[in-house]
T-cell receptor, first 116, second 114 residues
């Protein structure tokens, strides 16, 4: 069974631009969550989706947004990029049923964003 | 507010020796606790979780964790360390049982020397 796939793996943007990151969960997984990993702040929760509905949102500005499609694939978007948005963005999926999360997350290898 | 603390930035242990990676938690209700491992340039991998029941939880790759309610701790242990165990270990807590929103600790780098 294929794991969580994130694209692109690496990208470089300049301040003020926007970026869209994509995540394909493990087949059959309907829950997708996103995390930001930085050396200074560590791992921080961004969003959690189930069946195209945002179930939880972390404490990030409105420039960070996400969505989930009917096939469970998910995207996150960051608009008006700032230098501090440079990070590894990790997507995870889980097999939670009936809209319930499990905490047992399967992570992708991440998208490393560098903002210049 | 829910939080976890990992007091050690790095733990060094010789191969074959037992290892312990420490984690303490602060929650307002029942704790739902997790350990994850991150190998270089890789995403995180789930090791084990505590929801309820036995205080000793067994997980992947020979790891186990001991839940101690009185000390609010959830330390990760392994009887005999391997060089391949060298990685970054994260403790995490979930605010409720039915969510994938995890609050992670700052991580502890485990270095196992031959």
């Amino acid at each position: 069974k294929a794991g969580v796939t994130q694209t692109p793996r690496y990208l470089i943007k300049t301040r003020g631009q926007q970026v869209t990151l994509s995540c394909s969960p493990i087949s059959g997984h309907r829950s997708v969550s996103w995390y930001q990993q930085t050396p200074g702040q560590g791992l921080q929760f961004l969003f959690e989706y189930f069946s195209e509905t945002q179930r939880n949102k972390g404490n990030f500005p409105g420039r960070f947004s996400g969505r989930q499609f009917s096939n469970s694939r998910s995207e996150m978007n960051v608009s008006t990029l700032e230098l501090g948005d440079s990070a590894l963005y990790l997507c995870a999926s889980s097999s939670g049923l009936a809209g319930l999360g499990t905490g047992e997350l399967f992570f992708g290898e991440g998208s490393r964003l560098t903002v210049l | 507010a829910q939080s976890v603390a990992q007091p050690e930035d790095q733990v060094n242990v010789a191969e074959g020796n037992p290892l312990t990676v420490k984690c303490t938690y602060s929650v307002s209700g029942n704790p739902y606790l997790f350990w994850y491992v991150q190998y270089p340039n890789r995403g995180l991998q789930f090791l084990l979780k505590y929801i309820t029941g036995d205080n000793l939880v067994k997980g992947s790759y020979g790891f186990e964790a001991e839940f101690n309610k009185s000390q609010t701790s959830f330390h990760l242990k392994k009887p005999s360390a391997l060089v391949s165990d060298s990685a970054l270990y994260f403790c995490a807590v979930s605010p409720t049982y039915n969510t994938d929103k995890l609050i992670f600790g700052t991580g502890t780098r485990l270095q196992v020397f031959p």
